[in-house]
């Protein structure tokens, strides 16, 4: 479900607004009536596993670059 607030509304009413967002609600800023951006719950990143390269980088990942590489990098 969405809903159309004008600016002046989101403004004043920011709290009420991101509580509708977060129960699942889809918010749509307006100014002067024309839609320009809309409100939307972020979803939660999800934790990374620490290690998670484990034995996957070889000897060679932790040698240096050639110039040729390094260049590239500038």
């Known amino acids: 479900m969405s809903r159309t607030?004008?600016?002046?509304?989101?403004?004043?009413?920011?709290?009420r607004l991101v509580e509708a967002v977060l129960a699942g609600e889809e918010i749509i800023l307006a100014r002067a009536g024309k839609?320009?951006?809309k409100?939307?719950?972020?979803?939660?990143?999800?934790?990374?596993?620490l290690g998670f390269?484990?034995?996957?980088?070889?000897?060679?990942?932790?040698?240096p670059l050639l110039e040729e590489e390094l260049k590239a990098w500038e």
Do not use: Q
Request: hydrophobic letters at 45%; zero cysteines.
């Open 53 to 63: 390269l484990k034995g996957r980088l070889t000897e060679a990942f932790f040698e």
């Open 39 to 49: 409100l939307v719950a972020v979803e939660a990143a999800s934790e990374r596993p």
């Open 5 to 15: 607030v004008n600016m002046h509304e989101a403004k004043t009413h920011l709290s």
């Open 35 to 37: 839609p320009v951006a």
